[in-house]
T-cell receptor, first 116, second 110 residues
Framework: GAVVSQHPSRVICKSGTSVKIECRSL??????MFWYRQFPKQSLMLMAT?????????EQGVEKDKFLINHASLTLSTLTVTSAHPEDSSFYIC????????????FGEGSRLTVL | QKEVEQDPGPLSVPEGAIVSLNCTYS??????FMWYRQYSRKGPELLMY????GNKEDGRFTAQVDKSSKYISLFIRDSQPSDSATYLC??????????FGQGTRLTINP
């Protein structure tokens, strides 16, 4: 069964509004979670690394004021797309490492954002 | 040059065929190698995980890592239409972030 849950799976919003996406680790604690963005027929692009209790680490070219990440607990990280625009429409996927010894990474189901 | 190269396909084979998916990489420091399966509009699902060189088998799936050649493979035996998906290879060194291949789109024809 799923070990990482992501919600909502689909969201449609108007341009200029903000959207929050939640990522939960279901049966383990995750000090680190990752947020990816995926365009159609493209691979995953790492946006940021979310660290519990501290600021997220953003990849080059990703606007931290645009994509707000909060990792307030060991089982929950949230990504908020602020003042969304149509170009922010994409598939957003979170992931978490269940076993830090092996480093196996498990993904959520993804959230499809459409900005009108 | 990308760190991880993967032929995007598409690859189309008849049901029951053996499928071979491959990735090459340039960073000899990579230690952990993974294969993910991603269905359309879904998040990637971890299929196989391998540490260092060698083979690993799980049901119809076999993962191979050849560090000397910097080459990894995923074999699918007795392929089924339900195996139709995009397959992504991924690898990393230690605690560093995962590096993904582009993904190969596979279709198994009944």
């Amino acid at each position: 069964g799923a070990v990482v849950s992501q919600h909502p799976s689909r969201v449609i919003c108007k341009s200029g509004t903000s959207v929050k996406i939640e990522c939960r680790s279901l049966d383990f604690q995750a000090t680190t979670m990752f947020w990816y963005r995926q365009f159609p027929k493209q691979s995953l692009m790492l946006m940021a690394t979310s660290n519990e209790g501290s600021k997220a680490t953003y990849e080059q070219g990703v606007e931290k004021d645009k994509f707000l990440i909060n990792h307030a607990s060991l089982t929950l990280s949230t990504l908020t797309v602020t003042s969304a625009h149509p170009e922010d429409s994409s598939f957003y996927i979170c992931s978490a490492i269940r076993d830090t010894n092996t480093g196996e990474l498990f993904f959520g189901e993804g959230s499809r954002l459409t900005v009108l | 040059q990308k760190e991880v190269e993967q032929d995007p396909g598409p690859l189309s084979v008849p049901e029951g065929a053996i499928v071979s998916l491959n990735c090459t990489y340039s960073n000899s420091a990579f230690q952990y190698f993974m294969w993910y399966r991603q269905y359309s509009r879904k998040g990637p699902e971890l299929l196989m995980y391998t540490y260092s060189s060698g083979n690993k088998e799980d049901g119809r799936f076999t993962a191979q890592v050849d560090k000397s050649s910097k080459y990894i493979s995923l074999f699918i035996r007795d392929s089924q239409p339900s195996d139709s998906a995009t397959y992504l290879c991924a690898m990393k060194k230690g605690a560093q972030k995962l590096v993904f291949g582009q993904g190969t789109r596979l279709t198994i024809n009944p």
